[in-house]
């Protein structure tokens, strides 16, 4: 059974459609990546996946391994083991990041009818996986991403998903905002993670990301739908080539189809 | 309460003080009469109609939630306790290196307390001091090793009034408001040059009116953090005088307001000075009908150069039945100074929810991980660290989607 499959999917937010009849799978062990222009739905594909409030399936499938994922709260699907790195990720004032650790973490193992982790393994645990993002003490005791610099909430997100251990991890754009030397760290916390139970879904609108993670496949997503995969070779062609040819094929051939339609 | 000369007579000749207090009890009654309750056209009360607020039958009122009864309780810090019930000091007053207390009742009967200066008093401060019981005279000088904790229970009508002159050190009072009735209770707190007075408020319960009126001098410091729970009406108002150069005031409020609770923080700082300097702070959450008030007035005197006066009021609206006003209001009469207002209004942030959401932690769990983040930075103004982990488990038992253990303080 796939890890993820999703089929035929046609979702969007409130009355638009974004995405127009979207297909994809990933086994365990698999790492794709998704590449695309802007606006061609890679974040709303995120969200979808991930439950947010707003992003509905209109029809079309996701099963994760082999549940229905769409019918989940946002967090039984963290439960389930899905885990979306946030592009954009929240500031929340008043709670510190190793409270908010603590109380994620917990919830995830209460909901897989885990142990709560005891205090004293749990600092240990964080303390190690914070050291190998980067992630000081300070950090850790801050109110979670307030005042932290872009790297450094990209840096705290890759540390909740080391902390969290999620069976499929999606990276929204983690690479925005990033220096060279900060997309490094985050690189190799990802690629630490990697291994032949987990999947990863990498959204990115550059190749750059991916010569510090080396996915598996690559696929071209314009309006809505992947209209190309391949192997990584492909990501190189696209950095040379740009999306605008996709684009216009897709355009002159689907006609109305193209951009997004009103449902 | 509501026939204060009826009352005056039925209860006066059981009112501390002599032939002379008496006299000028009764002049502040008439004094008070003459303006009656105050209502929405007085301005100090537009959004706190009391004429209108203390006639409602409180039966009427659905109940509280039992757990919103719970009052905050102290004991851990092992303060210097002083319990008022239905208006008097129960028991004779403790003692403690470097304070001298006394009853109010006490003060008044022996003649000791200067009442000449409680003549001037306007609207519901002269209520209080013609029907006042009761209250403690504090002397404090030196730093006392504990806390100062004022209690106040019962369920009848009650009239306190309290004087604190703090001549040296550092002290921190607690006033712990928890009586079901109606209380009417004035604070005035007097800070030497180079004193620090912090004072933590917590009501949980019933109608409470309350007065604090201080006067800073030179380098002197004064915080009070003020904490509403749980009540039906809580109006707080605060008066500080920031007489001395080099004076500090820090005014913060924290509402977690739901059913039919009216919570009013109201504050005047009069910057006399310069070089003086304050903050005044409130977050409110409000949910159900409850309603919120935000009135802070700062005065700036002229030549009072180098004032900073900073002012912020923060509401989370949790219902669309819930209300809050905000009424800042500066008056500068100095050049060279630094003042700012702010007011916010909001709902809880649905993106935030979602990002919690997304790593597990159930919707009443994230809910209640903003609401109480967002009660953090009042929290954050206490600085014993013991008391501010106290407050921070009282205030996560109160916040709804909590597991009522108050296990998660943030601070």
Redesign the interface.
């Known amino acids: 059974m796939a890890l993820l499959e999703i089929e035929n999917l046609h979702a969007g937010v409130d009355d638009k459609t974004i995405l127009n009849g979207f297909d994809l799978k990933i086994e365990a062990g698999e790492v794709h990546a998704i590449m695309g222009p802007n606006g061609s739905g890679k974040s709303t594909l995120s969200y979808v996946l991930?439950?947010?409030?707003g992003y509905t399936a209109q029809t079309g499938t996701a099963r994760f391994d082999g549940a229905d994922l769409l019918d989940m709260?946002?967090?039984a699907?963290?439960?389930a083991g899905l885990?979306?790195a946030?592009q954009y990720?929240?500031?929340?004032?008043?709670?510190?990041n190793m409270?908010?650790l603590r109380?994620?973490?917990n919830?995830?193992r209460r909901?897989r009818g885990e142990d709560e982790m005891d205090p004293a393994s749990f600092l240990r645990m964080v303390r190690e996986k914070s050291r190998a993002m980067g992630i000081d003490d300070d950090m850790l005791k801050r109110?979670l991403n307030v005042g932290f610099s872009g790297g450094e909430k990209k840096r705290n997100e890759v540390l909740?998903m080391a902390v969290?251990e999620p069976r499929l991890a999606i990276l929204d754009e983690t690479d925005s905002g990033l220096d060279i030397d900060a997309l490094q760290t985050v690189a190799d916390g990802v690629n630490a993670m990697r291994n032949d139970a987990r999947g990863m879904l990498v959204i990115t609108h550059y190749q750059r990301l991916l010569d510090f993670i080396k996915p598996d496949f690559v696929h071209v997503m314009v309006h809505g739908r992947i209209v190309r995969s391949g192997g990584p070779e492909l990501a190189e062609e696209l950095e040379r080539s740009g999306y605008g040819t996709y684009i216009g094929a897709e355009t002159s051939g689907q006609g109305d189809d193209a951009g997004v339609a009103h449902a | 309460m509501l026939d204060a000369a009826a009352h005056f007579e039925t209860v006066h000749e059981r009112l501390p003080g002599g032939p002379e207090v008496l006299q000028a009890r009764k002049a502040a009654l008439a004094r008070a009469e003459q303006t009656g309750l105050p209502t929405r056209r007085h301005e100090n009360w537009h959004y706190t109609d009391l004429a209108r607020l203390l006639k409602q039958d409180s039966a009427k009122n659905p109940p509280m939630a039992a757990h919103c009864a719970e009052a905050f309780c102290a004991a851990a810090l092992d303060p210097l306790q002083m319990v008022f019930e239905n208006g008097v000091l129960v028991g004779a007053p403790v003692c403690e290196q470097g304070v001298t207390v006394e009853s109010f009742a006490n003060a008044l009967s022996l003649g000791t307390h200067a009442h000449k200066d409680d003549i001037s008093d306007h609207d519901m401060a002269a209520f209080n001091f013609a029907m006042a019981q009761d209250g403690v005279v504090l002397t404090i000088n030196g730093s006392p090793d504990r806390a100062l904790e004022l209690v106040t229970r019962g369920d009848e009508a009650a009239h306190l009034r309290h004087a604190v002159k703090v001549e040296s050190g550092t002290v921190t009072l607690i006033e712990n408001l928890q009586a079901n009735g109606y209380t009417n209770a004035v604070l005035d707190v007097d800070v030497a040059a180079g004193a620090r007075v912090f004072l933590l408020r917590v009501q949980t319960a019933g109608d409470h009116i309350g007065l604090t009126r201080v006067k800073l001098h030179g380098d002197g410091a004064f915080g009070v953090v003020t904490f509403v729970t749980g009540g039906k009406l809580a109006r707080h108002e605060t008066q500080i005088h920031l007489h001395g150069t080099g004076a500090r005031a820090d005014v913060h409020g924290a509402i977690l307001g739901r059913g039919t609770l009216h919570a009013d923080m109201t504050s005047h700082l009069h910057h006399e000075t310069a070089n003086t300097d304050s903050l005044t702070t409130l977050h409110a959450v409000l949910d159900d009908t409850a309603q919120g008030v935000f009135q802070g007035k700062v005065v700036v005197a002229r030549d009072a150069q180098h004032v900073d006066a900073q002012q912020q009021s923060r509401a989370m609206m949790l219902s669309e039945h819930a209300h809050m006003s905000a009424k800042p209001e500066l008056e500068i009469y100095a050049d060279d100074v630094a003042c700012a207002h702010g007011a916010a209004l909001g709902e809880l942030?649905?993106?935030?929810l979602?990002?919690?959401?997304?790593?597990?932690?159930?919707?009443a769990?994230?809910r209640h991980?903003?609401i109480?983040?967002?009660?953090?930075?009042p929290l954050a103004h206490i600085e014993n660290e013991e008391l501010r982990a106290l407050v921070a488990a009282h205030v996560a038992a109160h916040v709804p989607g909590g597991d009522g253990k108050g296990e998660?303080a943030?601070?």
Do not use: K, W, Y
């Open positions: 991930a439950g947010r409030d709260e946002p967090e699907r963290a439960i885990f979306l946030f990720p929240l500031e929340i004032p008043g709670v510190t409270t908010f109380t994620a973490l919830a995830v909901g109110p909740q969290l | 942030d649905g993106d935030a979602f990002f919690l959401r997304s790593r597990g932690i159930d919707e769990a994230a991980m903003l109480s983040g967002f009660l953090a930075a998660l943030n601070v």
